[in-house]
């Protein structure tokens, strides 16, 4: 597997996740749905509707960003964005451990997703809930070939900004 800066040059693969994951996943999806910043997740979900929301069951996808030790760094689950005459899209999501933020992870992640999807045969991506003021999120998509197609005004009711908008990205393959 690629090697990516991670403070230092060290080993991260990008593997499927497995439901033992969960235990590892689970803390910092819950200190992430907590803040209200980022995830349209009400916060308090249950254990067990918490990881029905997160980890998808087959067909769908979800792999994890573990480091040379296996410590789980960040989670991406991969989907069909729509069903029927709309399956030809897909859809992924992002979250990384708050400790290993800024690190790369995410942006591996992101690659994995593309690469899965462009592989799968789907047409292009699309992100239907990227909050406007989670410009690490934004900008990294950006970077990575996603456009802003349009933005819900006050689609986002964030704990600190008030109603911030809310972006659907999308990106050919």
């Known amino acids: 597997m690629p090697l990516y800066r991670l403070g230092k040059l060290v080993r991260m693969d990008i593997r499927e996740a ?26 308090g979900l249950g254990r067990e509707e918490a ?61 994995h997703t593309i690469e899965w999807a462009r592989a799968a045969g789907f047409r292009a991506m699309r992100f239907n809930a990227v909050v406007e003021t989670n410009e690490s999120a934004v900008r990294l998509y950006r970077r990575l070939g996603f456009e802003v197609l349009g933005t819900v005004p006050e689609g986002f009711r964030h704990p600190a900004k008030g109603y911030v908008g809310l972006h659907v990205m999308y990106r050919a393959l």
Not at 19 to 36: L, Q, T, Y
């Open 18 to 43: 497995t439901a033992n994951d969960w235990p590892a996943i689970r803390p910092f999806f819950r200190r992430i749905v907590a803040a209200g910043d980022t995830f349209t997740f009400p916060p």
């Open 51 to 111: 990881r029905g929301l997160w980890m998808p069951a087959a067909p769908d996808r979800m792999v994890v960003a573990v480091d040379g030790d296996g410590t789980v760094l960040g989670t991406a689950p991969m989907n069909r964005n729509q069903l029927g005459n709309g399956s030809h899209i897909a859809n992924a999501g992002y979250m990384v451990d708050p400790a290993d933020s800024g690190r790369g992870v995410g942006r591996a992640l992101c690659e």
